[in-house]
């Protein structure tokens, strides 16, 4: 079992405007999926990208838009979101205050390419 505080994972900036953090992981013993906290700044998106697995979002804060082959969709706190494989996609920050959210993929060892 792990507990731990997420601010205890350090942040990785890969793009301008968004923190990433894999606050569960391979490391932490858990064979199959991968547990990420997302903080991006207002008028910061994600890249657009797909990838060959599906994973699930939950909006923890903030308000944006998921954009998608379904065009912008309005996401805000408590906005659950399913992306299947190959799915283009990305997330935009369009409130006032960090969208944050929890993202789960599979880990590293169950799919050929991480997102």
Do not use: W
């Amino acid at each position: 079992m792990k507990i731990s505080n997420y601010h205890d994972t350090e942040p990785i900036r890969d793009v301008e405007g968004v923190l990433k953090r894999d606050i569960i992981g391979t490391d932490d013993g858990a064979p199959n999926f991968t547990m990420r906290f997302f903080e991006v700044d207002t008028g910061s998106s994600t890249p657009s990208h797909s990838h060959p697995f599906e994973h699930e979002i939950f909006i923890l804060n903030g308000k944006g838009v998921v954009v998608g082959a379904q065009g912008s969709i309005p996401i805000g706190k408590g906005s659950v979101i399913f992306i299947a494989p190959d799915e283009p996609h990305c997330i935009v920050n369009t409130g006032n205050e960090h969208l944050e959210f929890i993202c789960v993929i599979p880990s590293p060892n169950e799919c050929s390419t991480e997102q």
